[in-house]
């Protein structure tokens, strides 16, 4: 779920399907592990940062980069080591240290999102210095990858997903997350958000910050409160906006997403219907089946594309999901979408389609060191997000077990969305295969005694419903502190002036607005990111 900032239509919950996916594949967790002695880590936390200009021809002059050293098994530390990509832009007056920002994903790449969309951070940079990174197995820093240029969901196709032949589905999830295996490199077992948050810790210490000042959006709420559970005494000044659910299973949260962004094209329809330009017509009761059969009809006969490449239903649905982050898109969606329909021109839909479409890389760098700009793998956010997702997620359910209750599955998420169901389930379903993940953030990323945070939910949010704000608010307890965005929208930074100004206030001055306090409605500003992370 990569920080979209805009305007978003509210969500629209199906607490049957949600339910039911819970109950098919929540099993129970076992009791956390008793804490283990810590291996020596002192050499990285030694480190001295050396900034420099960044390279690249889209690369701001006054944006500086650095790198720095982390274990790739913190439990063995000689092992191996990665190095994690930083950006900055320096303070412009007396700096009190550094401010950390992710954008979410997970997946996102911080570097080339605060390269693009420095300016609606500038303000914090009259008390910070402004740091992103990449975390590890994402853009510069190792980046995994499944060797496919399109979308990871399209590793498995329509005829693989028949719930009337489950051994072939299997076969070919198996297949799949063996050929993410081999493409990813050494960082793949050690990819995912605990690791995320230990490398966040030695960023802290090298930016020689006492405490850890930061500001994540999205999925980067979840790397927020992972930190604050780890470390809760260097817990600085805190922001999570668009607050994830730290307990909800992949298999519920995939419900949810496919009713929001169901939500989000119904409302992009409503709009599009009423313009003679919309690709499906000015009959707002049949376009919706338009849509249906145009996804139906690319995933049976997809069109090859300028990369090389074909483009199918399945990338149709990834492209048209990014493009509902925000209601300034809409007008292009509407072209692009009519580009596709009427020419069968798929440039337009390519812009929006997560991570691009390209060729499968049979190598890029696993030695750990940065890779460059232009050699991170096309597909590396989704590759991330499956890869951190499943790492994040303990519930592996059996070949029994999920051949048992393939079809309840499917229907639930059909009944979530007929356009977006199947997409999020392929998502679920693409854990198959993998390591069993961590079960550390549901069992213990709770009641956390640190300073407090500041949580911001927004009500017409799809992506990240404001019931989790509630939720993990309850969950963190007494240091969580909730400021209520009335508004609309995937995060409240950039879509609301209150909101902004609110958070900027506490991060800068230390001024905590009152639990429960609320922001209006703004639609005056534009989206923090729009590139391709959920």
């Known amino acids: 779920m990569l920080a979209k900032l805009s305007t978003r239509p509210a969500v629209r919950r199906c607490a049957g399907a949600s339910a039911l996916a819970l109950a098919l594949l929540g099993a129970g967790l076992p009791a956390a592990a008793a804490d283990q002695p810590q291996p020596d880590l002192s050499r990285f936390y030694r480190q001295k940062l050396t900034w420099a200009a960044c390279q690249g021809t889209d690369m701001p002059k006054d944006l500086q980069c650095a790198k720095v050293t982390v274990p790739l098994d913190y439990a063995r530390p000689r092992a191996g080591t990665l190095d994690v990509a930083l950006a900055r832009y320096r303070a412009s007056g007396t700096s009190r240290g550094s401010v950390l920002l992710n954008f979410g994903g997970p997946g996102g790449a911080g570097l080339p999102a605060l390269a693009t969309e420095g300016k609606q951070f500038m303000d914090l940079t009259k008390g910070y210095d402004v740091v992103t990174f990449d975390p590890r197995g994402v853009g510069r820093s190792s980046p995994v990858s499944c060797g496919e240029g399109s979308d990871v969901a399209s590793a498995v196709t329509e005829k693989d997903t028949d719930i009337s032949r489950p051994q072939m589905l299997l076969k070919r999830l198996r297949q799949a997350a063996d050929q993410c295996a081999r493409f990813s490199g ?13 490398d966040l810790d030695v960023v802290r210490q090298a930016l020689g910050d006492d405490r850890l000042n930061y500001l994540g ?22 922001v999570l906006d668009g607050v994830d659910t730290l307990t909800e299973s992949l298999a519920e949260q995939g419900v949810a997403g496919a009713e929001g962004q169901q939500t989000a094209l119904d409302d992009f329809l409503d709009w599009c219907t ?13 376009a919706g089946d338009a849509v249906v059969r145009l996804v139906r009809s690319l995933d049976e ?21 990014q493009a509902l982050y925000s209601r300034e898109l809409w007008p292009s969606l509407e072209r692009a979408l009519a580009s596709l329909v009427e020419d069968g ?15 499968p890389r049979e190598r890029h760098r696993t030695d750990g060191g940065l890779v460059d ?6 597909d590396n956010l989704p590759a991330a997000l499956m890869a951190i997702n499943c790492a994040d997620d303990p519930d592996r359910p059996t070949a029994a077990r999920l051949t048992k209750d393939l079809k309840d599955l499917r229907a639930a998420y059909d009944q979530a969305s007929p356009v977006f169901g199947r997409y999020r389930l392929t998502q679920l379903l693409l854990c198959y295969g993998r390591p069993k993940g961590t079960d550390f953030i549901r069992d213990r990323v709770k009641n956390v005694r640190s300073e407090k945070m500041l949580l ?20 963190l307890g007494p240091s969580a502190v909730v400021l209520d965005n009335k508004g609309e929208g995937h995060t409240g930074y950039s879509s609301s002036m209150c909101v902004h100004r609110k958070v900027n206030d506490f991060l800068l001055y230390g001024s905590l607005p009152a639990s429960g306090s609320s922001c209006p409605a703004d639609a005056t500003r534009q989206s923090v990111t729009s590139d391709s992370t959920g």
């Open 345 to 359: 021109d798929t440039r337009r839909v390519l812009a929006f389609a997560t991570g691009g479409i390209g060729l």
């Open 274 to 286: 009423t313009d003679l330009g919309c690709p499906f017509g000015q009959d707002r009761r049949t």
């Open 373 to 378: 700009a232009q050699d991170v793998p096309a």
């Open 456 to 475: 911001v939910g927004t009500r017409g949010d799809p992506a990240t419903p404001y019931r989790w704000t509630m939720e993990t608010a309850h969950r």
């Open 217 to 238: 959006f999205s999925y980067g709420t979840r790397l927020g409160a992972v930190y604050a559970a780890q470390f809760p005494g260097k817990v600085g000044r805190v």
């Open 186 to 198: 050494p960082v793949l077992p050690h990819i995912g958000t605990v690791n995320a948050s230990r």
């Open 301 to 321: 006969n997809p069109v090859p594309t300028g990369f090389g490449g074909s483009f199918s239903g399945q990338d149709l649905v990834g492209a048209i999901g």
